[in-house]
């Protein structure tokens, strides 16, 4: 199986993310929309990223810009109760249904960077998001958000984390190889 990472957070990580395992790792621009005026940001030509927001209502009406040649990845746990929001979870559940490449992105650096009970509370919110997603049929794409290599982990380091937030081993090789796979080959036109 081949493995991704779409969402490094510096393009200089790329070669050691290759050789820990991965077939793919691209670093991709971050955008953060504050107000509807800043989705036109995200009818720029950019190939894939990453859009996040603190309005759950922002990041539903951005999935209506995921276009044939890119990716939407969609950074929910910049929304506060992120984990709740049913309506996030439908909206890119159905934008994903009408043939739309985009997906919901889980940084597992957020994981590495928190401790005590914040990462704890990361692990139940992020748990009880996924199981809304599983649920309502929505895809997620696990990422590193790495800043640097000591955050990069292997494909097998990242499997044990995924299944820590209550996926399955397949769930979460899933959520590294095949979804994201899937969305790479719909920007090359396949």
Known sequence: MNFF????????????ALSLGYSSAIASPKIFVSSKSGLHKLSLKQK???VSSSSSDLLRRA??????NSV????????????????????VSEAAGEGKAVAFEIPYAYFLRN??????????????????????GAPYAI???????FE????????????????????????IGSV????????EGE
């Open 5 to 16: 990472d779409l969402g490094l957070g510096d393009s200089k990580l790329e070669q050691k």
């Open 48 to 50: 894939i990223f990453s």
């Open 63 to 68: 999935s209506d810009f995921a276009g044939e």
């Open 72 to 91: 939407l990845l969609f950074d929910a746990f910049s929304v506060p109760h992120f984990f709740k929001d049913d309506g996030l979870v439908r909206s």
């Open 115 to 136: 401790s005590f009970v914040y990462r704890a509370r990361f692990v139940s919110n992020t748990r009880d998001f996924l199981k809304k997603c599983l649920k309502l």
């Open 143 to 149: 990422t590193s958000g790495a800043r640097d290599e």
């Open 152 to 175: 990069l982990k292997s494909p097998r380091e990242v499997t044990a984390i995924a299944q820590l937030w209550g996926l399955s081993a397949e769930q979460a090789r899933r959520a």
């Open 180 to 187: 994201p796979e899937k969305m790479v080959s719909a920007l």
